[in-house]
């Protein structure tokens, strides 16, 4: 069916030329504005975006590609790409205390080391930008205690002629500038950090604001040597050394600088999980509790969802239509919410279980019951999934084969073992499969109902409940001391083992068929 | 002999019990007039609807925003999921061409990665776009769907590649025969009959999306930008005793809507959830 060219041309319909356009008029209405904030990576992937789209949809070979590059895009501008940087972190120290680039790591200790000078002058300040608001750039206008007036920016002072300001007649603070808006003192205070980092270098140090409106000349304390590498503290002439993406104290004290900056570590995050007994401790017994966790969660839903279904599965069982209604409201109650009401029902004061049966157990506080807890919750949340996926594969079994063993004289409890069984976990295998995929990150579930408590004594990253998921979340955005590095190492660690048991699974599956399809 | 049947409803009961304790819970919270956890027990001590009515007059907590927020997000989302998921899975399942197993490979390993540890990666991208498209950027709910929709050739198109393979080509080849292109293939022959599988695979997503807080949480920090899930969570995270009412009130209205839909749509659930295994 090979069309002319023409005809190929004459296909060319308009719900796709439209949305070229339309694609093509978006690319037209950003770049402009990417252009204007420098942003090089954004054209080229606007332009390309736009190039592709135009390719794959106003010419007639590529068939195919038509319908996968929307996804495709996507999935590599929000998932790969973040992946890839996340593996590409696990190889370095990022994390608290460890964010920066060395040069702007230095700059920072720097800068926050400028103090005031005892008996220093002040200036009256005025903040001014070119623009309107207040994203852009913004400068110092600064009045000396003789009235002469200087313009500061990041690169120096410069001198700015009476001429071209007005001064208030007081305090000699500039209130109008040719040329520059002056902030009002609600908009200084409003850009709270950048202007508390923003330095003007002086011939004696630098300049930077105290308050909103006074500004002094201030000095480094911190003086970083480039040629020897180190940062030196002129207060206490101790000097600090780089070592491992930080600056510590070469007297052998061992003080660290606080602001360090990001290494590559090669494996060392990798390796700190097996030799580091720190982590080593905490990262086994979350891995065993995460496989218990599964596996548990898997078998036991699977359990009840199977009994259910050949309870039911009987010709004179009357009202089975109510019962599995009623059975998927579990499954059917968004998560989120049931896991959270599960969580309250258990609160050792005030929840329905203990009221319930007149008891003060603190379900969620002691280890043991915490995981009871959790298995009993996943149960109630999976069974009614398993309760219908069973259903719907006991329809599946050949009556006549159950109907041959029966003659054959074998006893109810056979007939299920021999034919029923096989057949329903032949079938329920890759369900079961992705289940235990599903559980070993059910992040939710550990979120929503112990956050990983109760936590052992004299740990704080790793609680009873924790499954490596939740562990590694806390890992990397936890309050206290984030390790990006490590949490990413570990992260890449599920991945290998998930994607390991889950292409394990599927061929003993492919074994299992053909046992049983002989 | 008469096989007895009173054991099999026992059990039937027993379950029935299990299930609905913690949902009549629910319903019992929402009515009880004081609207505390402690004074809630199983079943409705009174019925008031004062918990609905401080959820709606709560400053603090702009419900209606939230049930808005939330509809549009999921609701957005779950459609153009279905649309690039049933498009993959068309070329997978009918079309030739080079990279397809490696393409089908690569989509399940991607999926296997466990993609939260990505959120600073993603946090750091959308503070960039924020930068140049305000609309897209974070606090926004179109920036959530972009991440949102990273997902969309994933599971979804396996689930739904399995579907279309069950089809039988025979009924888009004979359109092609009588000169259809591949796009009205897909639009008039394909789709049409995916619609059962479209509908529950959509289904799916949207629930996934409402019971989605980490992203959200992280990318919804404004009050009136939360959806249900991270608002209400919000209701009893820091405090599980005094906003219980509210919290419970809440989460009926958003629940209920998704339980009719599910029994509504309860024939098709079984196809939906087994259609994965029929081939992988």
């Known amino acids: 069916?090979?069309?002319?060219?023409?005809?190929?041309?004459?296909?060319?319909?308009?719900?796709?030329?439209?949305?070229?356009?339309?694609?093509?008029?978006?690319?037209?209405?950003?770049?402009?504005?990417?252009?204007?904030?420098?942003?090089?990576t954004g054209v080229t992937i606007s332009v390309a975006v736009t190039a592709?789209?135009?390719?794959?949809?106003?010419?007639?070979?590529?068939?195919?590609?038509?319908?996968?590059?929307?996804?495709?895009?996507?999935?590599?501008?929000?998932?790969?790409?973040?992946?890839?940087?996340?593996?590409?972190?696990?190889?370095?120290?990022?994390?608290?205390?460890?964010?920066?680039?060395?040069?702007?790591?230095?700059?920072?200790?720097?800068?926050?080391?400028?103090?005031?000078?005892?008996?220093?002058?002040?200036?009256?300040?005025?903040?001014?930008?070119?623009?309107v608001?207040?994203?852009?750039?913004?400068?110092?206008?600064?009045?000396?205690?003789?009235?002469?007036?200087?313009?500061?920016?990041?690169?120096?002072?410069?001198?700015?002629?009476?001429?071209?300001?007005?001064?208030?007649?007081?305090?000699?603070?500039?209130?109008?500038?040719?040329?520059?808006?002056?902030?009002?003192?609600?908009?200084?205070?409003?850009?709270?950090?950048?202007?508390?980092?923003?330095?003007?270098?002086?011939?004696?140090?630098?300049?930077?604001?105290?308050?909103?409106?006074?500004?002094?000349?201030?000095?480094?304390?911190?003086?970083y040597d480039a040629a020897a590498h180190t940062m030196t503290d002129t207060r206490t002439n101790t000097v600090y050394k780089e070592s491992d993406g930080a600056f510590r104290a070469a007297d052998g004290s061992g003080k660290?600088?606080?602001?360090?900056?990001?290494?590559?570590?090669?494996?060392?995050?990798?390796?700190?999980?097996?030799?580091?007994?720190?982590i080593r401790g905490p990262f086994l017994r979350v891995l065993i509790w995460t496989i218990a966790f599964a596996v548990l969660s898997v078998l036991t839903t699977f359990a009840l969802g199977l009994l259910l279904a050949v309870v039911m599965d009987h010709p004179r069982m009357r009202g089975r239509k109510l019962y599995s209604s009623l059975l998927l409201l579990p499954y059917a109650m968004p998560a989120f919410i049931t896991t959270l009401v599960w969580s309250s029902m258990y609160n050792k004061d005030f929840g329905l279980l203990n009221k319930l049966f007149g008891t003060h157990i603190d379900w969620l506080?002691?280890?043991?019951?915490?995981?009871?807890?959790?298995?009993?919750?996943?149960?109630?949340?999976?069974?009614?999934?398993?309760?219908?996926?069973?259903?719907?594969?006991?329809?599946?079994?050949?009556?006549?084969?159950?109907?041959?063993?029966?003659?054959?004289?074998?006893?109810?409890?056979r007939v299920f073992r021999s034919v029923t069984m096989p057949t329903v976990l032949i079938g329920a295998m890759p369900l079961l499969i992705a289940s235990f995929g599903y559980n070993f990150n059910n992040f939710n579930l550990i979120r929503l109902?112990?956050?990983?408590?109760?936590?052992?004594?004299?740990?704080?990253?790793?609680?009873?409940?924790d499954i490596l998921i939740s562990y590694t979340y806390r890992l990397a955005f936890g309050g206290q001391g984030a390790q990006y590095g490590l949490a990413s190492a570990i992260s890449f660690l599920i991945f290998v083992l998930v994607g390991l048991i889950t292409y394990g699974g599927f061929r003993q599956t492919r074994q299992l068929e053909e046992v049983y399809a002989r | 002999m008469k096989e007895r049947l009173w054991w099999r409803h026992l059990v039937g009961l027993a379950a029935l019990v299990f299930a609905l304790v913690p949902i009549i819970f629910l319903v019992s919270a929402a009515l009880n007039p004081v609207g505390t956890l402690s004074t809630t027990s199983l079943l409705p001590t009174g019925a008031s609807l004062s918990n609905f009515s401080k959820l709606f007059h709560d400053p603090n907590s702009p419900y209606v925003r939230w049930y808005v927020n939330t509809l549009v997000i999921c609701g957005v989302s779950a459609i153009l999921n279905v649309l690039i998921g049933v498009s993959g899975a068309y070329a997978f399942s009918r079309l030739r061409f080079r990279g397809r197993r490696a393409g089908l490979t690569g989509i399940m390993l991607v999926q296997m990665f466990?993609?939260?540890?990505?959120?600073?990666?993603?946090?750091?991208?959308?503070?960039?776009?924020?930068?140049?498209?305000?609309?897209?950027?974070?606090?926004?709910?179109?920036?959530?769907?972009?991440?949102?929709?990273?997902?969309?050739?994933?599971?979804?198109?396996?689930?739904?590649?399995?579907?279309?393979?069950?089809?039988?080509?025979?009924?888009?080849?004979?359109?092609?025969i009588d000169g259809a292109t591949e796009t009205q293939v897909f639009f008039k022959v394909i789709l049409p009959l995916a619609r059962p599988m479209l509908v529950v695979v959509g289904l799916f997503s949207f629930v996934s999306f409402l019971n989605e807080i980490l992203l959200a949480g992280v990318f919804l920090t404004d009050t009136k930008h939360k959806t249900l899930a991270v608002g209400l969570y919000g209701l009893v995270s820091g405090n599980h005793n005094t906003d219980y009412g509210e919290f419970a009130a809440g989460s009926l209205l958003a629940g209920v809507p998704v339980v009719l839909i599910y029994l509504y749509l309860q024939k098709y659930l079984v196809k939906g959830l087994t259609a994965g295994a029929v081939k992988g």
């Open chain 1, 1 to 40: 069916m090979t069309a002319p060219p023409y005809e190929r041309v004459a296909r060319l319909s308009w719900p796709r030329v439209v949305f070229v356009g339309l694609v093509a008029a978006f690319a037209v209405f950003t770049i402009p504005t990417l252009v204007d904030k420098h942003s090089w």
């Open chain 1, 365 to 413: 506080g002691s280890p043991w019951a915490a995981r009871g807890s959790v298995l009993l919750t996943n149960l109630w949340l999976g069974f009614p999934y398993m309760f219908l996926v069973c259903a719907g594969l006991l329809q599946a079994v050949p009556q006549e084969l159950k109907e041959v063993a029966r003659v054959d004289g074998a006893s109810a409890f």
């Open chain 1, 52 to 131: 592709i789209l135009a390719y794959v949809y106003l010419t007639p070979k590529r068939i195919a590609a038509r319908f996968l590059v929307p996804g495709t895009i996507l999935l590599l501008a929000f998932q790969v790409y973040p992946v890839a940087y996340t593996i590409s972190t696990a190889f370095t120290n990022y994390g608290d205390g460890h964010r920066l680039t060395q040069s702007q790591a230095v700059a920072q200790i720097e800068a926050d080391s400028v103090m005031e000078q005892p008996g220093a002058q002040r200036y009256e300040l005025s903040v001014a930008t070119k623009s």
């Open chain 1, 449 to 465: 109902l112990t956050d990983g408590g109760p936590y052992p004594s004299g740990s704080s990253t790793a609680g009873d409940t």
């Open chain 2, 114 to 176: 466990p993609n939260f540890i990505s959120l600073t990666a993603l946090y750091l991208t959308f503070i960039s776009i924020g930068g140049v498209l305000p609309a897209f950027g974070l606090n926004t709910s179109l920036g959530l769907i972009l991440v949102y929709l990273g997902g969309a050739m994933g599971v979804n198109t396996w689930l739904l590649k399995g579907y279309l393979d069950t089809i039988p080509g025979e009924l888009d080849e004979s359109a092609r």
């Open chain 1, 256 to 278: 660290t600088l606080p602001i360090g900056w990001k290494i590559g570590v090669g494996f060392k995050n990798f390796t700190s999980v097996l030799t580091n007994a720190a």
């Open chain 1, 133 to 223: 608001d207040t994203s852009g750039a913004f400068v110092f206008f600064l009045t000396d205690p003789d009235g002469k007036v200087e313009r500061g920016d990041a690169s120096g002072v410069t001198p700015v002629p009476d001429a071209q300001v007005t001064k208030d007649p007081f305090t000699g603070k500039v209130i109008k500038a040719a040329g520059w808006h002056i902030l009002t003192g609600i908009q200084v205070n409003g850009l709270g950090q950048r202007l508390a980092a923003f330095a003007v270098p002086t011939q004696g140090g630098f300049i930077k604001s105290v308050g909103l409106s006074e500004a002094y000349v201030g000095q480094f304390t911190m003086k």
